[in-house]
């Protein structure tokens, strides 16, 4: 059985400034050349994929949006698992009326395309996020938020306190019925919580990805570097983490790669362990 090995992407396969060296790239077409099975598990939406990654040879099903989507690199959805409406217009509610907070909220179209909606009036962060996105067609203001009929992400930007806050609030009135993933944005300074379907993070979603490419556990490799990866490091038959990652992550890891994110260390590793022995 050939191994699947699968990355995160932001500080961990790209470079800091959300590039990827050519040294990189032509390490991961080589490998997919050799006949290596290869994908991402990312926050990061379809859109923005294709946007980071081009000049990548994508042939495997990539996980997107934390684990909400599995799609192929063309666009055609292979599993979602969205929260409804009624229980995203729960959370939303709940949110304003407790802590006069308002999210940032992915949806997907009943075309299947995503919209990216924000509140009227965004808070900083929001605003730092949004400014990254100027041009983007997906992006909707909105009056007053509501759910959408599926939503992939409900995203909260706050400061660190102001986040557990909330995760407090909302694990005691859905429980079980979401998802919730905290974490430190990697390039803007604050903290990200987002909601999630139940089963829509990216340990649910490589558990499926397994089941669909016939691959099981033990052959599985994944790269990480943050609180997001903590899940699919525990559901993983190898887990690998960057130099750069947080200690949480570093002690559930088989391998602490000596070299950071802006050092390739994705590449250095796929290049010894793929290239270099069909070399010999």
């Known amino acids: 059985m050939k191994p699947f090995y699968l990355t995160d ?31 991402v598990a990312t926050a990061r939406s379809l859109t923005g994929v294709r946007k980071l990654l081009e000049g990548l040879e994508l042939r495997e099903p990539l996980i997107l949006l934390d684990g909400v989507v599995i799609a192929t690199i063309d666009g055609k959805l292979i599993d979602v698992a969205a929260l409804d409406r009624e229980i995203g ?100 300074d604050c903290w990200f919580l987002t909601v999630l379907h139940p089963e829509g993070d990216k340990a649910h979603a490589l558990s499926k990805l397994e089941r669909l490419e016939g691959v099981d556990k033990d052959h599985t490799t ?24 947080i200690e949480e992550l570093k002690e559930l890891a088989d391998i602490v790669l000596p070299y950071s994110n802006d050092e390739d260390a994705v590449a250095r590793f796929l290049e010894e362990e793929i290239l270099r022995p069909s070399k010999l």
Request: net charge negative; charged share 30%.
């Open 9 to 39: 992407l932001d500080k961990t396969f790209l470079r800091s400034d959300l590039s990827i060296s050519a040294y990189s790239r032509r390490v991961w077409n080589e490998s997919i050349k050799q006949g290596a099975r290869l994908s």
């Open 89 to 188: 217009d729960g959370i939303i509610e709940l949110a304003r009326e407790e802590l006069d907070m308002e999210p940032l909220l992915v949806g997907m179209e009943a075309d299947g395309q995503e919209s990216f909606i924000y509140p009227a009036h965004p808070n900083p962060y929001q605003e730092e996020l949004l400014r990254t996105m100027h041009n983007d067609r997906r992006v909707k203001d909105v009056p007053r938020m509501r759910a959408m009929e599926r939503n992939l992400k409900i995203v909260y930007m706050e400061s660190e306190a102001k986040t557990a806050e909330l995760e407090r609030l909302l694990r005691r009135h859905f429980g079980d019925a979401i998802e919730i993933k905290c974490s430190a944005d990697p390039y803007i």
């Open 222 to 245: 994944v790269f990480g570097d943050s609180h997001n990866d903590i899940g699919l490091f525990e559901m993983a038959g190898r887990r690998i983490a960057v130099a750069n990652a």
